[in-house]
């Protein structure tokens, strides 16, 4: 086949692009106001279409989400075979393509797409491209869904829409379609595989009483699904879910709501029960978050770090009950944002190495591939374990020196099934985390007092350009504006435990500042001060 010109026109033309708007394929693919949004989520169904004829006609995914940001935004992401983001090489070429305003710039940037990609659209390829599709629940999303549609339909490919599913799920299911082996490709295979691994474990280890939680679903999409997970082990009380109300998506509620505020959600602030563990998801269910009250009614959040800490030091637990050799090599992976006690803690009292990565799950999730058992989690709580074929084929030939063993090494195998090893995954984390507490007899407090966070505080400001915020050293430092890193310097000396940075964000129109320092005054203060310094250079 050769490029359909006549046919690409007519879908050119029914999704034009604003020539004012300019798009950057980000953190999370393209993301903004949902009305800038038709004419690139239009090509991002070609591009798609199009990596799909390059991998032999593989199942690739698109999703439309924009998850944790605000009703109105939207934003649409590609999803690779086996489950993981768009490579990083691809980037700019969605970038370029999503740019373009003439239908012959388009034309031409299909070309050389097509050229410097080496896609065969001869009639010997394998087909022409296969798509599945998804979307959150915001009111934008079915329109967007079809203007990606019309780009499959454009190269004539075959697509599947998925309707509503969290981005997880669609992960889940790409993957699926392409490796049998990673469980049935439908919605009811992505549960069915869950409670089965939840209840398998819990079998393995005679806990009689079903996991309890009440889960702020930010009123998106995850918690809808999770609805759909019954099992007489599993009691998930829901809240927060009004799923068709899409103005309330995230509004007061949702992970992003709990740990940017540090504090309770809507729909618990107003009688929370001490010492009960309480979990928020964001708009599209791959981030979780937990948290409790204490005796005091004392917010205590439990947040991706903790959820790193916890689960790393459960696999390591159960690797060193085996007493013959599984050499295992375990790491864990965060960013800047993760708290100063949590890494000191990795390193100096779980003894595991900690790597870090610039923000984004694609950095992480590449990084924790180097390792056997790679846990990597933001602070937000986006993140997941991801387990080596070493892990598997070790675990799977070591020959266990007595029942106890038996119940250890079955479990570390079922961890694989639990944990979604495509992308962080609310459902998936949350269970794995209730899982790692009910077998290690773990209460919430026990857990969180593991190590104490240091005070910290992240805000957000409107600058005129965040693209002039220039990182280097996994965005720990800025290369530019000049001056600006000397200036952050300075104020930090000036704090006990001082540590702060600034980054562009990828997927809002803003800059982001965090902050941490011995006292919540303190960090306060070192926020504010810095915030002074990026007014000023900006
Ligand atoms: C996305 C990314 C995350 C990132 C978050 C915030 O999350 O997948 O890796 O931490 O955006 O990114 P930024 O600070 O660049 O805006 P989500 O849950 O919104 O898809």
């Not at 393509?97 to 940037?109: C, G, P, Q, R, Y």
């Not at 309770?264 to 708009?283: E, Q």
Request: glycine share 6%.
């Amino acid at each position: 086949m050769s490029l359909p010109i006549e046919q690409l026109k007519t879908y050119f033309n029914k999704h034009p692009k604003d020539p004012s708007n300019k798009y950057a394929y980000g953190t999370a693919g393209f993301r903004m106001n949902a009305t800038k949004l038709d004419s690139v989520a239009f090509r991002v169904g070609l591009l798609a279409t199009l990596r799909s004829i390059k991998l032999q006609n593989q199942t690739i995914g698109v999703m439309i989400t924009a998850s944790h940001n605000p009703p109105e935004d939207n934003g649409v992401k590609i999803v690779e075979p086996m489950g993981e983001m768009l490579p990083q090489a691809w980037e700019p070429l969605a970038t370029k393509l999503a740019n373009v305003d003439s239908f012959d710039e388009f034309i031409e940037t299909l070309k050389e797409i097509i050229k410097s990609e080496k896609i065969d659209l001869s009639d010997n390829a394998k087909g022409n491209g296969n798509v599945i599709l998804a979307r959150d629940t915001r009111e934008s999303g079915p329109a967007l869904l079809s203007a990606a549609v019309d780009g499959v339909l454009a190269l004539g490919g075959s697509y599947k829409d998925e309707g509503e599913l969290t981005t997880p799920q669609l992960h889940y299911l790409t993957r699926s379609s392409n490796d049998k082996s990673f469980g049935q490709a439908t919605e009811t295979g992505y549960y069915t595989k869950l409670v089965k691994t939840i209840e398998e474990i819990l079998k393995i280890w005679s806990i009689e009483k079903p996991l309890q939680i009440t889960v702020d679903g930010a009123n998106g999409v995850g918690a809808e699904k999770l609805e759909n997970i019954k099992s007489s082990m599993i009691q998930a009380t829901v809240i927060n879910d009004q799923c068709d109300k899409p103005h309330m998506l995230n509004v007061d509620c949702g992970a992003d709501y709990v740990k940017t505020n540090q504090k309770l959600p809507a729909g618990i602030s107003t009688n929370p029960v001490p010492l009960k563990l309480y979990s928020s998801f964001d708009g599209d269910a791959d981030r979780v978050v937990l948290y409790y009250v204490d005796q005091d009614l004392k917010f205590k959040l439990l947040d991706g770090d903790k959820i790193a800490t916890l689960l790393a030091g459960f696999i390591s637990g159960l690797l060193n009950q085996l007493k013959g050799d599984v050499d295992l090599k375990l790491g864990i992976v965060q960013t800047a944002y993760a708290n100063g006690s949590s890494t000191k803690f990795i390193e100096s009292t779980l003894n595991v190495p900690v790597a870090f990565t610039s923000t984004g799950v694609k950095h992480l999730h590449h990084k924790a591939q180097e390792y056997d058992i790679g846990v990597y989690f933001e602070a937000n709580g986006h993140g997941t374990v991801l387990f080596s074929t070493n892990y598997i084929t070790k675990l799977t030939n070591y020959k266990p020196l007595n029942s106890e063993e038996t119940k250890v090494q079955k479990t570390l195998l079922l961890l694989v099934d639990l944990i979604n090893q495509t992308v962080g995954d609310s459902i998936s984390d949350l269970f794995a985390v209730l899982i790692a507490l009910a077998v290690s007899k773990k209460t919430p407090t026990d857990w969180d007092s593991q190590y104490l966070d240091l005070p910290n505080k992240l805000t957000k400001l409107i600058v005129n350009d965040r693209f002039a915020f220039k990182t280097t050293n996994a965005e720990r430092q800025l290369l530019e504006p000049v001056g600006l890193q000397e200036k952050i310097d300075e104020t930090v000396a000036k704090f006990k435990n001082g540590r702060s940075f600034v980054r562009a964000s990828g997927t809002e129109n803003a800059v982001r500042v965090y902050a941490e320092a011995d006292t919540k005054e303190n960090c306060e203060l070192l926020n504010s001060e810095v915030s002074e310094w990026v007014k000023k250079f900006s």
